[in-house]
């Protein structure tokens, strides 16, 4: 879903002269993707990826939440990246992260409760989600806002796919639906160890192999 | 003193920060390679959610709960500073941490070499705020708060160690080049997770009579779905 919504915008505003999309910023956008995904490659922000994906609901909107929260703290903390004196930058970032966890969690508390009630503590563990005080430590600190922003959007993206896929699997094995919707056939029990954070763990393990063996990335 | 025990002994076991809830994961995985410094990343988390969670709680209870501020003056009673949770706590944890660096630093160089590195890292640990923002919605004492703080800091010490020491040994295995690291390693976690979940069905000797309907009910519950709190909601819907 996230590369075709990519790829379209990529060449929508590729147009004008300026390299708005130059050739090492389309790179910002796809390679957390692939080959230099948070979750599989960088190994961040796995807690929630195996928390909230017992069904696609709470994933989808899970992703969404990070991907609102680690675009705009990149720009800001990018924003003010001349500014924030080196000793205390954690303290400011988390501020900053933690603020917009807020009004994202407001947000959800207003117009989503349900799913805000299913998340429960997990809106606010966005705050230390490694994906987010990653990406500000190695990127938005020492790069412009716009690159910042582009970089947020690549790898929240790449998080997200993740998570969906993790989420697709164990909520059809799991229950045999899909958003709620019963998509297997009735006699289908259900298998419990999907739902179990283990099952989760196990799923998330062979994930990460189908993927590093395709893109032949080895750990040493 | 009984109920006590049970939460320390559930806060190990049971409800694990990392098999039951997957908190502090990230820093779980970076340092487990290698077993002495897991040791001391879990020591240095023992240390910051035994003495954050209490400082949350009371942060929690004397200024953001609705009608917290009581203690000041009666007119305050309507006011509701739940929206401010996140910056409080995360603010009270980072600097605590940072405070602790610097005192440690200073008057325990030795110690500031065996421990000091890992502190800045768990500012930004899951675990450390996961508990805190489990206060909220647990109803706890303030020294029942504290035995949970220091609980889960000895379930996550205990869950890295040996997941580290697991690792130690797996150096002599040829596993499948794609699967080495990251991808074993949670295959592992999940197998650990498995044998953690017995521990579920632990029935706790310290129990007066409420608790135990109480436990008859979740019994229920955790049959229909092992433990996990966003599932057992999904699964009641």
Redesign the interface.
Known sequence: MSTETLEKEVQEVKKPAEPLFSKKRRKLLSNPLDEDNPI?IQ?????SA???T??MK?TLVMAIAVTAVLVLANVVISALRNTIPNR?R??VQ??VV??L??IV??VLKAYSYDVW??????I??I????IV?GRLEAFALGNKPWDAMLDGLGNSFGYAWIILAIAFFRELTG?GKLF?VKVLPDEYMGN?VM????????L???L??II??RN????? | MENLLNIFVKSIFIDNMIFAYFLGMCSYLAVSKKYKTAAGLGMAVIFVLGITIPLNWLAYNYLLKEGALTWISEDFASIDLEVLKFIVFIAIVAAFVQLTEMAVEKFSPSLYNSLGIFLPLIAVNCSILGGALFLPTRDYEFVEAVTFGLGSGIGWFLAVVSLAAIREKMAYADVPKPLRGLGITFIIVGLMAFGFMSFGGFELPFKNKEQQEQAEAEKVAQSEEQNLPISAVNNSK
Do not use: H
């Open positions: 599989t190994v961040l922000g796995i807690c195996l928390a909230v017992v069904a709470p205390i954690i303290i988390l501020v933690a603020s966890v807020a969690d407001q009630k299913e998340l429960s503590v997990f606010g563990l705050i230390t989600n490694c005080m229950s709620g419990g739902m179990s954070p283990a099952g989760a763990c196990i998330l393990g062979v990460i192999w590093r063996s032949g990335y080895v750990e040493e």
